[in-house]
């Protein structure tokens, strides 16, 4: 959707908009012509700088931030009360801990699960309603390439990660009729913070394995939600859409 194709302004959801792929994804959809509701935690100044400048390149549409901790049901319900008109939900929102399961902590295990799972979950539920009145919208779960395969040091990311994936299957064929699409992007090694504790060596192991020969971009998962809420998708649901560039197919 380009800027000015419609009178009506359309509002998209962003969780975890202050981090390197909510920014991205963030700001290509700003560029598409989209109002966004940009969540964050903590990040305030991210979100701030990201608020002057989408304003002052995209007048015409309305970018609203919404600060909450989506791992507390406080925060679950303060996020949907600040919701009015939604057209779409991006669930970004999101960490990984890399530990054996032996050495994780059950506070650990409890925060990647409230944060990857329940939270999505409920701000669904919570939001679904305004999607079924207006009969069209789309969610997308940004989930990972662990969620399809798994990963040693990363279980507990890998199994909220694929419930990720299994929630938005299901839930594609019960809203389908509502004319609402479910689908998943599930992207492999992306340079963002998340990559900030691997050497160099430890970058180029990881770049020798993926076929295409380079790391993602932000850019690469944010092309692929574009496309993903465009009508040229409008008939693909319940779908994975793998961003990994053939590290794991």
């Not at 019960?174 to 992007?185: K, M, T």
């Not at 963002?192 to 970058?203: I, P, V, W």
């Amino acid at each position: 959707m380009r800027e000015g194709d419609r009178m009506e302004k359309r509002f998209i959801l962003v969780t975890g908009a202050s981090g390197g792929i909510g920014s991205a994804i963030s700001t290509k959809l700003a560029q598409q012509g989209y109002s966004l509701y940009l969540h964050y935690h903590q990040n305030k100044e991210k979100i701030t700088q990201m608020l002057n400048k989408l304003t002052q390149l995209y007048p015409n549409s309305e970018f609203i931030p919404v600060q909450a901790d989506l791992r507390s049901e406080e925060g679950i319900t303060k996020l949907c009360h600040e919701i009015y008109q939604i057209d779409g939900i991006i669930h970004n929102s999101g960490n990984a801990v890399q530990k054996l399961l032996t050495h994780m902590l059950p506070e650990e295990i409890e925060a990647l699960i409230s944060l990857h799972l329940y939270a999505p979950i409920m701000i669904t539920k919570n939001l679904l309603s305004k999607l079924i009145q207006r009969k069209t919208g789309s969610v997308i779960f940004i989930s990972s390439i662990w969620g399809q395969t798994g990963a040693s040091c990363e279980t507990v990311y890998s199994a909220v990660k694929g419930g990720q994936i299994s929630f938005a299957k299901a839930l594609s064929k019960e809203v389908a009729p509502s004319q609402i699409r479910v689908n998943v992007i599930a992207p492999g090694a992306i340079q963002t913070e998340m990559l900030k504790n691997f050497s160099e060596e430890d970058l180029n192991i990881v770049t020798d394995e993926v076929p295409m020969g380079r790391l993602g971009s932000p850019n690469d998962v944010a092309n692929a939600v574009s496309f993903l809420l465009s009508k040229e998708a409008s008939y693909i649901t319940g779908q994975v859409l793998a961003v990994n560039g053939g590290w794991y197919i």
